[in-house]
Structure formats: C-alpha cells, structure tokens
C-alpha cells in the first residue's frame, strides 16, 4: 500500500520479484526506479540494484524488505504509478503502470506524458 507522499506503489509481487533477483546477484533489495529522456516515445524506465539511496532520494518501503528509490526528477513523472510484476511468458518481468503515461511505443520500453 502506498502512503499519501510515495510516488510509486509497488505490489507485493514486483516486491517478492525484486527480492528473488537481488538475491540471485548477491545483492540488497534496494531498486533504483528512474526515468530518463530517450525511447522512440519520449522517455523510458531505467530499472538497477543500487547499494544504497543518495541524499535525494524518496526512498518507498515495499513488503519483504525491498526499498525503492526514486530521484527528485523522476519523482514528478512516477508519481501515482505502480510497479507490478507481469507474468507473460512473453514481455513479462517488472513493469511500471503509469497514469499519467499519454502514450507507450509498440515495444513497451517508452512513453509519453
């Protein structure tokens, strides 16, 4: 569940999601979601294990012990979004639901606000 001042909500199955691939690579289940200018849409998702969250950063508790951390520029754009896991064999993995997101390209990887 998301407090009123987290930009992004992540479900309990990104959750266990991020915990599996962190401790497949040894590392803590703290994600960087960050979005970034490119994609044939505008802007993509840049997803990645960090160590730690800088002095910025929104730092949103999920279940398990997995932390996100979020940059006061990609905070605006995430805000309301969820992050999901999809289960498609094809396509599927983490995906970030975004409301505000006007547009996504055919292969998923950007959007348009």
Do not use: W
């Not at 998301?2 to 999601?17: F, W």
């Not at 990645?48 to 929104?58: Q, S, V, Y």
């Amino acid at each position: 569940m998301r407090a009123a001042t987290d930009p992004i909500e992540v479900t309990p199955a990104a959750a266990g999601k991020v915990r599996a691939l962190a401790e497949r690579e040894g590392r803590e289940p703290i994600l960087r979601v960050r979005v970034t200018a490119g994609g044939c849409s505008g802007f993509s998702y840049e997803l990645g294990f960090e160590d730690g969250p800088a002095p910025d950063d929104r730092v949103v508790a999920a279940t398990d012990g997995v932390r996100i951390l979020v940059d006061p520029r990609s905070e605006p754009i995430l805000r309301g979004s969820t992050l999901d896991l999809d289960r498609s064999l094809l396509g599927g993995g983490l995906k970030i639901r975004n409301p505000q997101a006007v547009h996504e390209c055919a292969c998923g990887e950007s959007f348009s606000i």
